[in-house]
């Protein structure tokens, strides 16, 4: 089985930062994507920035110019640097790793269990 663990998510003021580390382990042959997904209460799970094929980003409109992702290949790790935070960014953040768990294996989709990043005042 894959696992993915996140950490740091917390509370903070409004313009404030956080960082997002999310840390895969188990069966992995490769990773073919990785990266955060949110849910705000009342809302559905929404793309906030997402490493896909080599090198490409992808990052929601909301977000861009504000959160950057990165990655540690080594550590099978990604992370999520989030800056000039705003109450709107308030939700549950999700780690997501599309796997594939041996050569000629199947891609299939993990998930974290989640960290709750709260911007208030």
């Known amino acids: 089985q894959v696992q993915l663990v996140e950490s740091g998510g917390d509370l903070v003021q409004p313009g404030g930062s956080l960082r997002l580390s999310c840390a895969a382990s188990?069966?992995?042959?490769?990773?073919?994507?990785m990266g955060w997904y949110r849910r705000a209460p009342g809302n559905q799970r929404e793309l906030v920035a997402v490493f896909t094929s080599g090198d490409a980003t992808t990052y929601a409109d909301s977000v861009k110019g504000r959160f950057t992702i990165s990655r540690d290949n080594a550590k099978n790790t990604v992370y999520l640097q989030m800056n000039s935070l705003k109450p709107e960014d308030t939700a549950v953040y999700y780690c997501?790793?599309?796997?594939?768990?041996?050569?000629?294996?199947?891609?299939?989709?993990?998930w974290g269990q989640g960290t709750q990043v709260t911007v208030s005042s």
């Open positions: 188990g069966s992995i042959f490769s990773i073919n994507a």
């Open positions: 997501y790793a599309a796997v594939k768990r041996y050569i000629g294996g199947f891609v299939n989709n993990y």
